[in-house]
């Protein structure tokens, strides 16, 4: 039986309003004979080796469930139910768990539902698919040769794997807003100044290897030699590909330890962006600016944006990069209430706020096995996740 082991890369790009956005997903293991794919796929992937690409485009509704008007419902506010409490904002997205009673569904059904608006005691709810009424491109790329035997999972589901959890909650409604921006919105828990929080230098991995790896293989798109690039909230590594020489790196953070310590900086700041958002650099200075795992300690992201604008040549890109972990005491309370796909689409409204930036795009990266030696392996199959928005100077 014929199996790919460590494997293949199944990847989506599809188009929302004002932003183009890819998703991809690795598969270590799977069983081409027995995987739930399209059987033009499973055809045309048959005698492919590593390296080898293919693409397929799919119209509205063939990859995903098709939109269907009766998935827009009404149901009674109190059927929303919940073991803790949450707040209820048009245009996010909950589980539909929350709601089993009202579809006489799965207590454990993850699937997420668009809440669409509040209404007294009535909620309006969108079921579809959020990629249903676009089309998509599928990209298929071969990592590993064909091989026998294996232990890949029969039945597979993996278009299910690839866009059925989170694919599609980046992007808006074509009808609503999301109610990203509330009152609370950037509140935190440690409300102490940050200066004092980030006075011990934390000289820790926020990601595992492969996770930075990827993160590197990301920022390696972007950095051309002899740029002058802005580290944003920089710590003691800078996440930036070795073999792309000479740069000029400048470091923006907060701990002056963990920045001399960084080998990739050729100067730094300290500088607190909470408590001001001006940028101490001439407009026009960097031709690139990066912002890594950092951007949900941000309180006033809309005006760091517009400086981070300034501070960019024309043209010049700002890609913000994250996943799944970060300090509690100072994330951000939005943060926290989000889907991670959604965080996405907050970083996009930073970018829209900010009126400054165009060509806006997002990625995602998940799926790859976690690294064997890492110290989270016995508890955690997969490698840290890579969310990434960007968007480009306007001149």
């Given at each position: 039986m014929p199996v790919y082991e460590v494997g293949l890369e199944?990847?989506?790009?599809?188009?929302?309003?004002?932003?183009?956005?890819k998703d991809r997903y690795v598969f270590s293991e799977f069983d081409i004979e027995h995987a739930d794919i399209p059987a033009s796929l499973r055809e045309d992937l048959t005698g492919l080796g590593p390296g080898d690409t293919l693409s397929q485009t799919?119209?509205?509704?063939?990859l995903v469930a098709p939109y269907d008007t009766s998935n827009i419902r009404q149901i009674q506010k109190a059927d929303f139910r919940t073991r803790f409490s949450v707040a209820l904002h048009p245009g996010r997205f909950y589980p539909r768990k929350f709601i089993a009673t009202a579809l006489q569904g799965s207590q454990n059904d993850n699937r997420p539902f668009r809440l669409l608006s509040v209404d007294g005691d009535m909620l309006q709810i969108?079921?579809?698919?959020?990629?249903?009424?676009?089309?998509?491109?599928?990209?298929?790329?071969?990592?590993?040769?064909?091989?026998?035997?294996?232990?890949?999972?029969?039945?597979?589901?993996?278009?299910?794997?690839?866009?059925?959890?989170?694919?599609?909650?980046?992007?808006?409604?074509?009808?609503?807003?999301?109610?990203?921006?509330?009152?609370?919105?950037?509140?935190?828990?440690?409300?102490?100044?940050?200066?004092?929080?980030?006075?011990?230098?934390?000289?820790?991995?926020?990601?595992d290897e492969t996770a930075l790896d990827q993160f590197k293989d990301l920022y390696t798109r972007f950095v051309k030699p002899g740029m002058k690039v802005l580290d944003l909230m920089s710590s003691w590594k800078s996440h930036l590909p070795e073999d792309v020489?000479?740069?000029?790196?400048?470091?923006?953070?907060?701990?002056?330890?963990?920045?001399?310590?960084?080998?990739?900086?050729?100067?730094?700041?300290?500088?607190?962006?909470?408590?001001?958002?001006?940028?101490?650099?001439?407009?026009?200075?960097?031709?690139?600016?990066?912002?890594?795992?950092?951007?949900?300690?941000l309180i006033n992201p809309f005006n760091v944006f517009q400086q981070v604008a300034r501070a960019l040549k024309p043209g010049a890109a700002f890609v913000v990069s994250f996943s799944e972990r970060w300090f509690p005491p100072k994330v951000v309370q939005v943060w926290t209430e989000l889907h991670p796909f959604e965080r996405m689409g907050l970083v996009l409204e930073y970018f829209r706020q900010a009126k400054a930036f165009s060509r806006l795009a997002t990625e995602s990266l998940r799926g790859l096995p976690r690294p064997p030696n890492d110290k989270y392996a016995q508890a955690m199959s997969y490698s840290d996740p890579l969310y990434a928005v960007w968007g480009y100077a306007k001149p």
């Open positions: 199944l990847g989506i790009e599809w188009e929302s309003a004002d932003a183009s956005h799919y119209p509205p509704g063939e969108d079921l579809n698919h959020p990629l249903s009424l676009r089309p998509i491109d599928l990209t298929a790329t071969v990592l590993a040769p064909l091989q026998s035997g294996g232990n890949a999972p029969a039945q597979q589901d993996m278009i299910a794997a690839l866009c059925d959890s989170g694919p599609g909650l980046q992007a808006n409604s074509p009808e609503i807003t999301t109610e990203f921006i509330t009152d609370s919105a950037f509140r935190r828990s440690d409300t102490q100044d940050d200066a004092e929080f980030y006075q011990q230098p934390r000289l820790v991995a926020h990601l020489a000479p740069l000029h790196v400048t470091g923006l953070g907060m701990n002056v330890e963990e920045m001399r310590g960084n080998t990739q900086l050729n100067d730094y700041v300290v500088f607190d962006l909470n408590q001001s958002a001006e940028l101490p650099f001439a407009p026009q200075q960097f031709d690139l600016a990066i912002c890594t795992v950092s951007v949900e300690y």
